[in-house]
Nanobody, 124 residues
């Protein structure tokens, strides 16, 4: 049974930083491209960042490029999202997801497994 469990979300002030983690189990982690998505109230779930199986390739949404960094530790079956210079518009539930697609894809429909999410709230 595949499980993706996100953690690290909390309330933070504008300009602050957070690191989200996603621990994976029940799959061969190093075989999966991993992604982060987010969903604000009343909006669709949007792509944030993705990282290839080896970690050698990453993709970012324009809205977070230069502020967020995705990374992974295949020995720990964990993917991270370092979020810096946070803005109120970053407020959302953040989800991690896994796909067998080889490239660091931004396409939500290509992801096979999803976590339950962690809430990030950025106060102004």
């Amino acid at each position: 049974q595949v499980q993706l469990v996100e953690s690290g979300g909390r309330l933070v002030q504008t300009g602050g930083s957070l690191r989200l983690s996603c621990a994976a189990s029940g799959l061969t982690f190093s075989s999966y491209t991993m992604g982060w998505f987010r969903q604000a109230p009343g909006k669709e779930r949007d792509f944030v960042a993705a990282i290839s199986r080896s970690g050698g390739s990453t993709t970012y949404a324009d809205s977070v490029r230069g502020r967020f960094i995705i990374s992974r530790d295949n020995a720990k079956n964990t993917v991270y999202l370092q979020m810096n210079s946070l803005k109120p518009e970053d407020t959302a539930v953040y989800y991690c997801a896994a796909t067998l697609t080889r490239i660091a894809t931004a396409h939500r429909a290509q992801y096979d497994y999803w976590g339950r999410g962690t809430q990030v709230t950025v106060s102004s």
